[in-house]
């Protein structure tokens, strides 16, 4: 009788932690934080301003959203703007991909006063083409890759593209990858000797060795691919488990990948179908921010996911992510 009591109390106590345990986590939770815009994208967290940067391209906007109080500050330029980077040790300035230029914006992140100096311009042979994503290393040495034309959305010229790397010295883009076709995806594992890269049209996540204090690359090698997952990879960013987080643009999902076993681990699922980026911010980096696109959606898609274009938070991933570096220019 006794040991029949005590199995049933053992009973009563798992149910309890069961219980509270699916009380308190209800796995990951998205919410959308923003207004609509046409094209968001290249979000990135400003730790010392508690504040999410991040561009609207067709808008020819930047945007700070400020998750204090719930203010979208927005500051429109003349020309399509594919990413915003803060300079390292540099308050309000900003290095941004402004059509094919490298630009440095001076901007308060609230007033519509600024200052704008263009500092190189890009595939000048591919007049046609855009800067697109871009990040910067842990040395602050910034990568920055262009797209082809694309018109209209979704059909993008193949192969007249190429990825680029600051060279601080030198105070120019050096050439590091071309042909390609639309550079997406740039991270860096934490010991910094893997750089992860994405040619969306490609499908494919590419690895390669990192030599940080050169800046080269060698050795690439896919090690996921698409497949059968919907969509194509666009943005990504990577946890402090080393693992990446993979915006599926046309999926209506970013997906987390093990980049050691190639193993897809799990997927977070959104009402839009053009998820574009993802990073992590936020109290300790565990809310993951998510940019999407509402441009060239017609109008019974728009009315299947009216909230395309907006910015989304993930919270209660269990995850945290790693520092946006800022980047180093010298000009």
């Known amino acids: 009788r006794a040991g029949k009591m005590k199995f049933v109390a053992v009973l009563l106590f798992i149910n309890l932690i069961i219980t509270v345990y699916s009380g308190c986590y209800r796995g990951p939770v998205v919410t959308r934080i923003t207004g609509i815009n046409l094209h968001s994208e290249g979000p990135h967290w400003h730790a010392e301003q508690h504040a999410l940067y991040y561009v609207d391209i067709a808008a020819h906007a930047v945007h700070r959203y400020s998750p204090i109080d719930g203010s979208d500050n927005r500051l429109v330029l003349n020309n399509t703007v594919s990413f915003v980077i803060p300079m390292l040790d540099k308050p309000n300035h900003l290095v941004i991909g402004f059509g094919l230029n490298l630009a440095i914006l001076n901007w308060d992140g609230v007033s519509k006063n600024y200052k704008l100096r263009i ?69 860096w594992s934490q010991d910094n000797s893997k750089m992860y890269y994405i040619d969306t049209p490609s499908r494919n996540i590419t690895s390669f060795d990192y030599d940080v204090e050169n800046g080269e690359i060698s050795n690439g090698r896919t090690i996921f691919s698409f497949g059968d997952v919907p969509g194509n990879p666009d943005g990504m960013t990577i946890d402090s488990r080393g693992n990446l987080w993979i915006a599926c643009w046309g999926g209506s999902r970013v997906i987390n990948v093990d980049p050691r076993s190639g193993r897809l681990l799990r997927t977070i699922f959104f009402p839009v179908e053009r998820i574009t980026s993802v990073t992590f911010g936020g109290l300790q980096r565990k809310t993951m921010y998510v940019t999407t696109m509402r441009l060239g959606l017609n109008s019974s898609q728009v009315e299947t996911q009216p909230e395309a274009g907006a910015v989304f938070k993930v919270t209660n991933l269990g995850v945290q992510g790693v520092v946006n570096n800022p980047a180093l220019i010298f000009c």
């Open 119 to 187: 500092i190189t311009t890009v595939d000048k042979n591919h007049p046609e083409n855009r800067l697109n994503d871009a990040k910067a290393d842990v040395l602050g040495r910034l990568w920055a890759g262009t797209m082809g034309k694309e018109e209209p959305v979704g059909n993008v010229v193949m192969n007249s593209a190429t990825l680029y790397s600051w060279n601080v010295e030198k105070c120019r883009m050096e050439r590091r990858l071309s042909p390609v076709s639309i550079s997406n995806g740039i991270v």
